[in-house]
């Protein structure tokens, strides 16, 4: 949803989910001296030209799927693992932190139809989702606290509840006013003939709602509390609440 409000401004582009800097980060495993049990001695011994060189391949990725005109706007969900390698390249780089409830986001994650690329396995139970989302924010954090991006976060439950004062804040966060047009997004979705690339398109083409907010509350008898206990640290370090 909010990547279709940020497409919707004049000077942002959307990637919609392609895995560019995955085929970037498969190449940088193959340059000379690189140790996949050293990731920060790795990307501190890239030299400029090898830089200047990955990020090349990375527009050349991009381009494969848009014509670069303006800002680009990469949300790939992979890339809370790959917060290193892409400060490493782009560390002017401004992020987007999206928080959910984690139970909200662990059930969503369990009832989308990945695939067997897309994580069937890590979501094929609540239990063995929420240890994925466990580990991947707590990773997230450690490497946020070693490469310091400039993140700004945003609370789905904050966006739904007043899309213009949250998207305004963030558009002043990366020094661009907010358009009118952002908030119309349902109807340019509507009429776009170019397939929207995620699980969640049904959710995305709706009008903003609060009807997902608290959705894992209807499933409740089905969180163990181990599956609870899982989440309870994450639970509490972005203010949310199992009541």
């Known amino acids: 949803m909010l990547e279709q409000m940020l497409d919707r401004h004049p000077a942002l582009q959307v990637l919609d989910e392609r895995p560019a800097m995955e085929h970037v980060i498969a190449g940088m495993h193959t340059l000379p001296g690189w140790s996949g049990d050293d990731l920060d001695g790795s990307l501190a011994g890239l030299d400029a030209a090898q830089c200047h060189q990955l990020r090349a391949n990375y527009r050349a990725e991009v381009s494969r799927h848009l014509r670069p005109a303006g800002r680009l706007v990469d949300k790939y969900p992979l890339y809370l693992t790959r917060v290193a ?53 707590d990773y997230w954090e450690q490497q946020r606290l070693l490469a310091k991006p400039n993140v700004h976060v945003v609370h789905y439950e904050d966006l739904v509840a007043d899309p213009e004062a949250v998207l305004g804040r963030l558009m002043g966060s990366i020094g661009l006013a907010l358009e009118a047009e952002q908030l119309a997004f349902p109807a340019a979705v509507a009429a776009r003939t170019r397939r929207i690339n995620t699980p969640s398109y049904a959710q995305v083409a709706e009008t903003v709602n609060r009807n997902a907010v608290g959705r894992w509350r209807r499933y409740r008898a089905h969180f163990s509390t181990r599956v609870l206990d899982q989440l309870a640290p994450c639970v509490e370090r972005y203010g949310y609440t199992l009541d």
Do not use: K
Not at 95 to 110: A, I, K, T
């Open 85 to 137: 390698h892409i400060q490493r390249l782009f560390p002017a780089s401004a992020w987007v932190l999206l928080l959910r409830h984690p139970c909200d986001c662990v059930l969503s994650c369990h009832f989308q139809a990945f695939g067997l690329n897309g994580g069937a396995l890590a979501f094929a139970s609540l239990e063995s989702t929420a240890r994925t989302y466990a580990a991947v924010m």
